[in-house]
């Protein structure tokens, strides 16, 4: 789980949307793009992000 500090300051690199946090993802709902967090880590790439699917995100 990413710090809720934290969290709040970090941004899509794609659209500098705010991401949220579902499952071992950070989700930006404005880009469609879900960043991985590996080992406690944020991955925030938009290479290694995948393309949502429409509400894929609504867990």
Same mark, same amino acid.
Not at 24 to 43: M, T
Not at 45 to 58: H, N, P
């Given at each position: 789980?990413?710090?809720?500090?934290?969290?709040?300051?970090?941004?899509?690199?794609?659209?500098?949307?705010?991401?949220?946090?579902?499952?071992?993802?950070?989700?930006?709902?404005?880009?469609?793009?879900?960043? $991985?967090?590996?080992?406690?880590? $944020?991955?925030?790439?938009?290479?290694?992000?995948?393309?949502?699917?429409?509400?894929?995100?609504?867990?």
């Amino acid at each position: 789980m990413i710090d809720e500090a934290l969290l709040k300051l970090l941004v899509c690199p794609k659209s500098k949307a705010p991401l949220k946090q579902v499952g071992n993802e950070l989700i930006c709902e404005v880009s469609g793009l879900a960043y $991985p967090i590996e080992d406690g880590i $944020p991955i925030l790439l938009v290479e290694e992000a995948r393309e949502l699917d429409k509400g894929s995100d609504k867990k």
